[in-house]
């Protein structure tokens, strides 16, 4: 039988070494995760699916495959024509920002041609990590210009395990609730899901699903299950992807492993373009003031600007960001005499637009839309010395979206201006391929405390699920460090939201609160604010579950900071081993919580030792920690 199949598979075109090569196994370096793809049996027409498998135990089974344009089809009618040898792909890359500086994964790749009945042919390449799984379609046009419709992946989980999905909005800004049936409590309507989501397959193996490497010409997609509760489509956000002659996917992404594989994965960044930004010496994290969260419209107001940039330097942040309608800003001065001001002060200052692409209401508006708009406007900010600008308000995930992003990005290297997106969609490895890139809204986060109430009693359970879902994929702009109240309360602890610039990683983190209230802060927490990184050389998850709590660990130099939440709303003891930190001759300053939500209790410069020194740490309701290791 052997024979027979080796036989039958050179006839096929396949290329293979040896007759006992598995043509259909592909098995990550260290044989952590394999993927066996599933064709039609030989020579016949049928569909295609690849399952995978952890660690010998298969997890996810029969995930569909195939894409459509308007001239061709590949579903359904697929036969196997060829199969190339496992080639090994290392990524080795630096990162200015993000959870890693220094990134490294390897990964087994094989390249899979089906043709459909009308000899058309579909690519698809995949690569298996030891933390996951990506793959891509290509296609060869046949009809000059065709238009990508159409796309059938479609992951099948197994019925009735433990889901975290945000339903689809073009802003990203849901929470994750847990489901176990795949739909949303009290919305049973609801059936589009945004990236990334999170599937707990068996116990303690998960699976984040995302996707990576967007390109100019494509668009997003996000995932449906209107036809079973239990199978996620990925669906297009545009029907319009114009394809023309070659054609390649963006990456779909499978993030698997335990919570700590998913939680410190790079995989997203793996599979993305490498930087086109030569000269990076411009590109500098930071912690920023910001005026909105306390101030809706404080922009418009030179004297409350001043006030913010007054804080920048009061806590040594290098950065202060003026937001929207600065172009109507009063009593006492203009944008440039507060730019002046702040660069007088030793601060860089951030400044705010609308895209002008979805909510045309606060301005300054339509300055960055076309190509010679923008470069004036880019120049002159580089000439007032603006570092960057938070353009806000994006109208989803179309190809139209898309490639104004990288509009955005591309045109800002001459200049030398960071950017950050907000109402945006969420990272697909940008971060790496343009480092300017700062941070991504793309969350349900602190600036809905001005917006609605549903926050207030939601935040604890949501903070504790952000790091295992959205932050995983790229920087996130939550504004974290919300000591006071907006327009609505908050009811986590100081120590639960001291934690949360640890937390949650985004090169520029902005800090929301009013002045007096970092003012007021004790001397041990104004001093951790101040040298607090954003940008980070290693990352760690400690421990943690879903929506009840969550500990991390980020080094920057020699240096750990630990910060851990309590998503409850009981009181709960937090366990956090310290075994994946080298503390020998090291000592810890710990921040928690005090007698009530208000008040830290604060213990510094504590002896480390080579013995076991896991902490034990009591946090009330909604409450946290952070601490440092030096």
């Not at 990576?212 to 239990?230: P, V």
């Not at 990272?427 to 300017?436: L, V």
């Not at 001291?498 to 520029?508: G, H, K, N, Q």
Request: net charge negative; with cysteine; proline share 5%.
């Amino acid at each position: 039988m052997k024979l027979v199949k080796c036989i039958w598979l050179i006839l096929a075109g396949i290329i293979i070494s040896s007759c006992s090569t598995n043509l259909f196994e592909i098995t990550s370096p260290a044989g952590k995760l394999k993927v066996m793809v599933e064709p039609a049996e030989e020579d016949v027409y049928g569909a295609v699916t690849f399952s995978v498998y952890y660690k010998g135990e298969p997890v996810l089974s029969k995930t569909e495959l195939g894409l459509a344009t308007d001239v061709q089809k590949f579903c359904g009618d697929l036969k196997l024509k060829s199969v190339s040898g496992v080639t090994q792909v290392v990524d080795d890359y630096e990162m200015i920002t993000g959870k890693r500086s220094h990134c490294v994964n390897d990964a087994s790749e094989r390249v899979y041609s089906f043709e459909n009945k009308k000899g058309e042919v579909l690519d698809i390449t995949f690569r298996v990590y030891d933390d996951g799984v990506a793959f891509k379609y290509a296609i060869n046009t046949t009809a000059g210009k065709e238009y990508v419709i159409d796309e059938y992946t479609a992951y099948n989980v197994p019925q009735g395990v433990k889901r975290w999905m945000q339903q689809y909005d073009p802003g990203y800004e849901k929470f994750f609730p847990l489901s176990t049936d795949g739909t949303l409590a009290g919305r049973p309507e609801v059936n589009l899901w945004g990236y990334p989501g999170l599937v707990e397959l068996c116990d303690s193996v998960f699976v984040l699903i995302t996707e990576a490497n967007i390109r100019r010409g494509h668009c997003g997609s996000f995932l449906s299950n209107g036809n079973d509760r239990d199978r996620y489509q990925v669906s297009l956000a545009d029907k319009k992807q114009v394809a023309e002659g070659i054609w390649v996917s963006p990456w779909r992404v499978l993030i698997i492993g335990t919570l700590s594989d998913i939680v410190e994965s790079t995989l997203v960044t793996d599979v993305s373009d490498p930087s086109k930004v030569e000269n990076t010496e411009w590109i500098n994290s930071g912690m920023v003031s910001w005026i909105y969260w306390a101030h809706n419209h404080g922009s418009k107001d030179y004297q409350k600007v001043k006030e913010y940039i007054d804080l920048a330097v009061e806590m040594n942040w290098p950065y202060d960001l003026i937001d929207w309608e600065w172009d109507e800003m009063g009593n006492g001065g203009t944008l440039e005499d507060a730019v002046k001001y702040a660069l007088g002060k030793g601060i860089k200052p951030l400044l705010w637009y609308n895209s002008s692409t979805n909510w045309i209401g606060p301005g300054p508006l339509y300055r960055l839309n076309k190509k010679e708009n923008r470069e004036k406007e880019y120049a002159w900010l580089n000439n007032m010395g603006i570092a960057g600008i938070k353009v806000d308000f994006f109208s989803g995930d179309s190809v139209s979206t898309m490639n104004y992003y990288l509009d955005l990005l591309e045109d800002a290297v001459k200049y030398k201006l960071m950017i950050n997106f907000h109402g945006a969609t969420i990272p697909r490895g940008w971060q790496r391929t343009y480092p300017h890139m700062m941070s991504v809204e793309g969350v349900y986060g602190a600036e809905w405390y001005n917006n609605a109430p549903i926050l207030t009693n939601r935040a604890a359970e949501h903070n504790a699920t952000l790091p295992f879902t959205r932050n995983v994929v790229g920087p996130m702009d939550y504004t974290p460090g919300t000591f006071s109240n907006s327009q609505h309360p908050h009811i986590t602890s100081y120590a639960h939201e001291l934690a949360l610039p640890v937390i949650f990683e985004s090169a520029l983190q902005h800090m929301p609160d009013r002045p007096s209230v970092y003012y007021s802060l004790p001397a041990p927490v104004k001093k951790l604010l101040s040298e607090l990184p954003t940008a980070w050389d290693d990352t760690k998850l400690l421990g943690g579950y879903p929506g009840k709590e969550v500990i991390i660990a980020r080094r920057k130099g020699e240096v750990w900071y630990i910060g851990g939440v309590n998503g409850t709303n009981e009181a709960s003891t937090l366990h956090v081993p310290l075994d994946k930190i080298p503390v020998s001759g090291k000592k810890i300053s710990l921040f928690k919580d005090g007698v009530d939500d208000n008040h830290f209790t604060i213990e510094e410069n504590i002896p480390l030792t080579d013995e076991k020194n896991d902490l034990v740490i009591e946090c009330l309701p909604r409450g946290g920690f952070a601490a440092v290791i030096k």
